[in-house]
């Protein structure tokens, strides 16, 4: 791990960069704000699976009330297949504080252009794929309007499908959000959680989210929102690595010698981008 990371909580990092997408039961508002204070990069207060149909009422009454207490967050709607969704947005238009919707069990472009519809102009709709129709209309989805980016509900997509949680079996659900995300020119994909206190598995599970080319994590405590950052930033090394390369080849590419330096400049200078939104120094 890069344990000297130094970490910033406010202001937090915009939308299209977060990495760190921490899910926070709608139903119990004494959670909100530890969550509204930690390290996670978004935060997510979750109307759908974390609250029971006749709980849904008060907690979504207790989520319109915090953010009118000049607080930002996202709220986790509920699927437009069912009732509560037309109630969360009702509930939810011309909230102040609201930074966008994620919408559960997104199974069409159409479903996120209606959730669009009832909300305020340019309000942003994070779409979660958890099936396997989801996933297939992955490409019209990541299009359509209203979509910001995509997420990937790995828990309700393995009980969808019956595959496991392996590398293997999640591969091609990850590339497929991943593709879709980048061939609609969206910002990458959001991984799914993975649960459990062991931080190890943690940080493996995240670096294998990178190498997927997904840039954000969903989480499911406030303890893991700062290993999700670090594991989701460049390292010390890849920073000073990428400040060398720069230099060496020119910001222009003034210097650059063949065909192999142009990706590597490239690579670089997104490397270093993202070091100075992350405040990622360089290796001394």
Request: overall charge negative; glycine content about 6%.
């Amino acid at each position: 791990m890069k344990a000297d990371m130094e970490t910033t909580v406010a202001p937090r990092i915009a939308a299209e960069q977060a990495r760190s997408w921490l899910l926070v039961p709608a139903g119990k508002r004494e959670g909100f704000e530890a969550a509204h204070a930690s390290a996670a990069d978004a935060v997510i207060l979750d109307l759908e699976d974390a609250v029971t149909p006749d709980r849904k009422p008060r907690a979504r009454a207790d989520v319109v009330a915090w953010l009118g207490e000049n607080r930002r967050a996202w709220v986790r709607i509920n699927d437009a297949t069912t009732p509560f969704w037309a109630d969360d947005l009702a509930a939810l238009n011309d909230v102040p504080g609201l930074e966008g919707v994620m919408l559960a069990k997104t199974e069409s472009g159409m479903q996120v252009d209606a959730t669009a519809d009832r909300l305020p102009a340019g309000t942003k709709v994070l779409a979660l794929v958890e099936s396997a129709m989801g996933l297939e209309a992955a490409p019209e989805i990541a299009r359509a309007e209203a979509t910001f980016r995509l997420a990937f509900g790995s828990g309700d997509f393995r009980r969808d499908t019956g595959m496991d949680d392996s590398p293997l079996a999640m591969a091609y659900p990850r590339s497929r959000l991943t593709i879709a995300s980048r061939a609609a020119r969206i910002a990458a994909p959001i991984d799914g959680p993975t649960l459990g206190s062991d931080v190890e598995a943690l940080v493996r599970a995240s670096a294998l989210t990178l190498s997927m080319g997904m840039t954000g994590k969903l989480c499911m405590t406030i303890a893991q929102t700062a290993s999700v950052n670090d594991a989701l930033s460049p390292s010390p090394a890849e920073a000073e690595w990428a400040m060398d390369v720069i230099a060496a080849l020119g910001e222009d590419g003034s210097r650059v010698r063949d065909g192999s330096d142009l990706p590597k400049l490239a690579k670089a200078k997104k490397i270093h981008a993202l070091a100075k939104l992350f405040h990622i120094a360089p290796r001394p």
